[in-house]
C-alpha cells in the first residue's frame, strides 16, 4: 500500500497527531532562516464577498446591481473617493489608520474554480486551476526549510492540506493542554510500547510509528513553551477570537513556529446576507485588532505579518435570495508594522470589465503574494517552494 493511501486510511495519522516524521534533510539549513519572521494566515471560509466589504461606494454599476444588496453610503467608512470600509469593519479601519493594512485588489487566478472544495485546494496548494498537488505551500515550505514538526501550526483538530508537505507536515492543536494530555494517555503510550526495531523498519507501520514519537516530543514542547505567557487582554468570545488568542499566546511565548493558520467559516452568503455577513466582519475585525494590541504590547508585532485570504469572492449581481453566489476574484489583507505600500495597493475592482461569467477579473495572481512574502519576509527560495517563479509585489 503506498503511504500517502495509507494515511488516508488510518485513523492516529489523520487525527489530531497528524505530525510530520522529522527527518535529517535539514541539517545544512541555517540556523538564522527562522529566527525572527512570523506568518499568520487567516481564512474567511465560505468566499467573502469583497465587494460588500471594501465596498465601491462612488460607482454606480455596484448600486444598480444590488438594488436590496447594496451597503447604503451613510454606513460606510468613507476611506478614498472611491472605495470605504463596510461599518462593522471599524477597528480595521483603525489597523488602517494607523498604517497597518495594506489592501490588495482583484486577487485571484486565471480560469478561476468556483467549488468551494477545489478553490480551497488551489489557494492551499498554490497550483494552477487545472493542476492537482498533494501537498500545501506550507507544507514544501517546511519540508524545505523547517526544523522541528512544530515549524506550523493549525489551530484547528485537523490539519488542512495547506500544512501537509511530502516529507514533513505541521501540526494541529487548538488546545495545547489537550494536545498534551492526549499524548499522555495509556492507549498512547501501550501502542508506542509495543513498537520493535521491524515496526520502525517498516514502510507504512515505521512511518505512524515515528509520527507518534514526533507527536508526543511536539506535544510536549508547545505545552511546556506556551505556558510562559497568557494574554491578559480582553478578546470577544467567540471561536475565531479564542484561536487568535491562542496564537498570540503561542508568538509571545517565543514558541519556534513561523507559520500560524486560522479559519473562519459562514461566508457562504447565498441567502440574507446582509444580516449575516454584518456579523461575520465584525467578528473577524474586532478580533483582529485585539489580536494586533496583544502582538504590539509585547514587541512581537514588527515581526509578525497578518495575511488574510478567502477562496474566492462573490459575483457582481445580488441573486434573487438576497445574497450573492460564487464568484472570481476578490481582495486580500495584509498587516503588518513593515508595510511599504500602505493602505490601497491598486486600483478598485472594474466593473464594467467583468468575466463570461459576469465575474471580476483577477489583475494579481495570488502566488504573487505568496512569493513575495516567502521571499522578502521569510526570506527563503520562492520559486522551489511554488514550484516556478511569480512577479513579486512591493508591499514588503
Do not use: C
Not at 159 to 167: A, R
Not at 171 to 184: C, D, E, M, S, W
Not at 222 to 236: A, C, G, H, R
Not at 360 to 387: C, K, P
Amino acid at each position: 500500500m503506498e503511504r500517502r493511501d495509507f494515511l488516508k486510511q488510518s485513523t492516529l495519522a489523520s487525527s489530531l497527531f497528524f505530525v510530520p516524521n522529522f527527518v535529517k534533510a535539514f541539517e545544512n539549513v541555517s540556523k538564522d532562516t527562522f529566527k525572527h519572521k512570523k506568518l499568520v494566515i487567516i481564512q474567511l471560509s465560505g468566499g467573502n464577498d469583497g465587494l460588500n466589504t471594501i465596498v465601491p461606494y462612488t460607482n454606480d454599476v455596484y448600486f444598480r446591481n444590488r438594488p436590496k444588496l447594496s451597503i447604503p453610503k451613510n454606513k460606510i467608512i468613507k476611506t478614498t473617493d472611491e472605495l470605504g470600509f463596510h461599518e462593522s469593519l471599524a477597528p480595521l479601519k483603525n489597523l488602517y489608520d494607523q498604517g497597518y493594512l495594506s489592501i490588495i485588489n482583484n486577487v485571484g487566478y486565471p480560469n478561476p474554480n468556483r467549488s468551494h472544495f477545489r478553490s480551497t485546494d488551489i489557494w492551499q496548494t498554490a497550483s494552477n486551476s487545472d493542476e492537482y498537488l498533494n501537498s500545501g505551500w506550507v507544507g514544501r515550505f517546511i519540508d524545505k526549510y523547517g526544523k522541528n514538526p512544530y515549524a506550523a501550526i493549525e489551530l484547528d483538530d485537523s490539519l488542512s492540506l495547506i500544512m501537509k508537505g511530502e516529507n514533513m507536515n505541521g501540526i494541529a492543536t487548538k488546545n495545547p493542554r489537550v494536545l498534551f494530555g492526549n499524548t499522555q494517555t495509556p492507549f498512547f503510550n501501550k501502542i508506542l510500547k509495543q513498537q520493535t526495531e521491524a515496526h520502525l523498519s517498516e514502510h507504512n507501520l515505521g512511518y505512524l510509528y515515528k509520527t507518534m514519537i514526533e507527536a508526543k516530543s511536539s506535544a510536549k514542547y508547545i505545552y511546556e513553551t506556551s505556558k510562559t505567557y497568557k494574554s491578559n487582554l480582553d478578546y470577544p468570545n467567540n471561536p475565531f477570537a479564542k484561536q487568535l488568542k491562542t496564537t498570540a499566546e503561542f508568538i509571545n511565548s517565543d514558541l519556534d513556529s513561523k507559520v500560524y493558520y486560522v479559519s473562519m467559516g459562514g461566508f457562504d452568503t447565498h441567502a440574507n446576507q446582509n444580516i449575516k455577513h454584518s456579523k461575520l466582519l465584525k467578528t473577524y475585525s474586532e478580533a483582529v485588532e485585539v489580536f494586533v494590541k496583544d502582538l504590539k504590547k509585547n514587541d512581537s508585532f514588527k515581526d509578525t505579518l497578518i495575511l488574510t485570504f478567502s477562496e474566492f469572492g462573490r459575483r457582481v449581481q445580488q441573486n434573487a435570495a438576497g445574497g450573492t453566489d460564487h464568484g472570481a476574484a476578490n481582495n486580500i489583507f495584509l498587516i503588518g508594522e513593515n508595510l511599504k505600500k500602505k493602505g490601497f495597493y491598486n486600483d478598485a475592482p472594474d466593473l464594467l470589465n467583468l468575466d463570461k461569467n459576469r465575474d471580476l477579473i483577477h489583475t494579481i495572481d495570488f502566488r504573487s503574494v505568496y512569493a513575495t512574502i516567502l521571499d522578502r519576509w521569510l526570506q527563503v527560495d520562492d520559486a522551489s517552494i511554488l514550484n516556478k517563479s511569480f512577479s513579486k509585489l512591493d508591499f514588503i
